[in-house]
């Protein structure tokens, strides 16, 4: 399989981006789900938030170099046989996904700061505060935070039922195209 990507598909590399990202924000909401319903200092919290602000801190990462990769390399087009309506939702979605991909770690990490609690990359890398400790700022950027991560939940779901009906219901190559080994 070709490195970059083609007209006919994606290359293995913006594969890999792309496959890596579903994993780690799967399981960002796994980490955000456990940790939601636990009081605020307990130790029991703080070990499952840990690792979702690492995560957090490597999906930035992430979607910086699928963004960058994506820059540099043609994209495969979408099938012809889409409507107008349906290009408009399909560039939509992948914007939002993309923006949602770099507005979600840095709203994680600024209310992390306002709270004064340290963020690190899995311990290896201790990240400066983002923004001054604020209370006020920190409760509205936990809200804004879950907001988002429920608005990033639903286009995500939009964009794989969209893929699946490429699958199934169309019976183009629209999700071969991202699939390695096919």
Do not use: C
């Amino acid at each position: 399989m070709a490195l970059r990507n083609t007209t006919l598909r994606w290359g293995s590399l913006a594969q890999l981006f792309h496959w890596l990202i579903v994993a780690l924000v799967i399981t960002q909401f796994v980490l955000g789900a456990l940790s939601a319903s636990l009081p605020a200092a307990s130790l029991k919290k703080f070990t499952w938030l840990t690792p979702h602000k690492s995560i957090g801190i490597t999906i930035l990462a992430l979607a910086v170099l699928r963004l960058g990769w994506r820059w540099m390399n043609p994209t495969p087009p979408l099938p012809n046989t889409l409507k107008p309506y349906e290009r408009g939702l399909a560039h939509f979605t992948h914007i939002a996904l993309y923006v949602l991909l770099f507005v979600m770690p840095l709203t994680g990490w600024a209310m992390s700061s306002a709270r004064k609690f340290p963020v690190s990359w899995f311990g290896i890398v201790q990240l400066p505060d983002f923004v001054p400790r604020s209370t006020p700022l920190y409760e509205t950027l936990h809200t804004t935070h879950a907001l988002l991560a429920w608005t990033l939940g639903v286009i995500a779901v939009l964009h794989a039922a969209a893929a699946f009906k490429h699958h199934f219901v169309l019976k183009d190559d629209v999700l071969k195209r991202m699939t390695p080994f096919t």
